[in-house]
């Protein structure tokens, strides 16, 4: 397994281990992998939702695709016994 070696401020180090007190992380390293796994799992996310905002300002939809979800949704907002 690869290993990351970086310098921390006292501030952020004290956050780290007030995470690893609160049961958040098991220790420092399992702080920084969770932190890693998120950043990447927000940037892979970032990277999909601008993708799919393109793809509509490339290619936009048109009134007439979006009619049947519009009537689909007003038919079961009637449905409901409010």
């Known amino acids: 397994?690869?290993?990351?070696?970086t310098r921390l401020d006292d501030d952020l180090a004290e956050a780290v281990d007030?995470?690893?007190?609160?049961?958040?992380a098991t220790s420092r390293s399992d702080a920084v992998r969770l932190a890693l796994r998120r950043l990447v799992d927000r940037h892979r996310r970032d990277q999909i939702g601008d993708a799919i905002v393109k793809g509509y300002r490339r290619v936009p939809q048109a009134d007439d695709?979006?009619?049947?979800?519009?009537a689909a949704t007003a038919a079961m907002v009637a449905e409901e016994p409010w």
């Open 1 to 5: 397994m690869p290993q990351l070696v």
């Open 18 to 24: 007030a995470l690893v007190r609160d049961g958040v």
């Open 65 to 70: 695709e979006a009619a049947w979800s519009d």
